[in-house]
């Protein structure tokens, strides 16, 4: 009895370890095979932008969407187990690549320029020269950003567009005499590689088909286009929410008003030429037309470019008595007032407890 219950253990052992064996086997198969090239004999090449700041998760779904991968689950896999640190940018990839092939590639940061140039709403100048950059190799930020200022070029546009373009731009007062007229578009060009001027005048004409809509309305309300696009791109900077704009354009049409100064965070950054998260009391002191602590009205020009919400705002800003407003930065909601005793007590409730 006792050797017939041993025989029957040892075969369920021996059942259990082939099955283990058995799966292993077919594991490791599934898993080489996921990790070799999708379709080794494929010539299709795919552009795969990878954002900033996403995770090794995020990029794998992404490439699985693209068709260049078998499996964003056993990507990721990969990616964790070997530790690999994948660099954000523009990869040509294939579906002839292994996984090993493509996470070295992607390790290797030696990206492509993109096929579109991408320009997003808020960007500066000095932002949109280093997009630019990036999308034709060729040019350099820096010369890129010697086009924009050189006063010869400016004088060009603005016989060209003079319906949008003023001498304005160009007064001294000006960091950046096209701050604002680069519309935030996606583009696309016909050259191979368009020169700096090329590019520059493609996003002046964007903005100059939206002044023109704008035209009558400006005439009506007598702006100019410099002031227009200055109040767009501030309201720009501030707003967090599309249904904010209104109201945080009425707030600085109210203090224009009662001649009360501005005090917008942003154009003090832009006078700095710094990108921070947070201004600092010193930081407020700086020597500038810019700074809308110091110096009552508009600053003398934008401060970025501006999309058509912004700009919609400007023209059209909500009717309210409010002269405060502050942002709650893990809500995102805005909060508005119109005395400084109201706005102080919802920053003590809504920022100094709430952050």
Known sequence: MEKKTSKIITVVIVSIVVLLLLIAGISYFYVKSELDAKSPDSDKKVIVEIP????????????????????ARIFSFYVKYNNSNLKAGNYQLSPSMSVDQIVS???????????????????????????????????????????????????????????????????????????????????????????????????????????????????????SVQAFLTMSSIIEKEATQNTDRAKIASVFYNRIKVKMPLQTDPTVLYALGKHKTRTY????????????YKNTGLPPGPISNSGVTSMEAALHPAKTDYLYFLANSKTHKVYFSKTLEEHNALKEKHISQGN
């Open 52 to 71: 900033n700041g996403v995770s090794s998760k995020q990029i794998a779904e992404l490439l699985e969407n693209k068709d260049v991968i078998s499996s």
């Open 105 to 223: 590639k992607i390790q290797s940061g030696k990206t492509v320029p993109p096929e579109k140039l991408v320009i997003p709403e808020g960007y500066t100048v000095d932002q949109i020269a280093s997009r630019i950059a990036e999308f034709e190799p060729k040019l350099s930020k820096k010369a890129v950003l010697k086009t924009m200022d050189d006063p010869a070029f400016v004088k060009e546009m603005i016989a060209k567009y003079p319906d949008m373009l003023s001498k304005k731009v160009l007064h001294k007062s000006v960091l950046h005499p096209l701050e604002g007229y680069l519309y935030p578009a996606t583009y696309e060009f016909k050259q191979t590689h368009p020169t700096a001027e090329q590019i520059i005048e493609e996003m002046l004409k964007a903005t100059s088909v939206k002044i023109t809509d704008y035209a009558p309305q400006l005439k009506k309300q007598k702006k």
């Open 281 to 292: 009391y010193k930081d407020l002191e700086v020597d500038s037309p810019y700074n809308t």
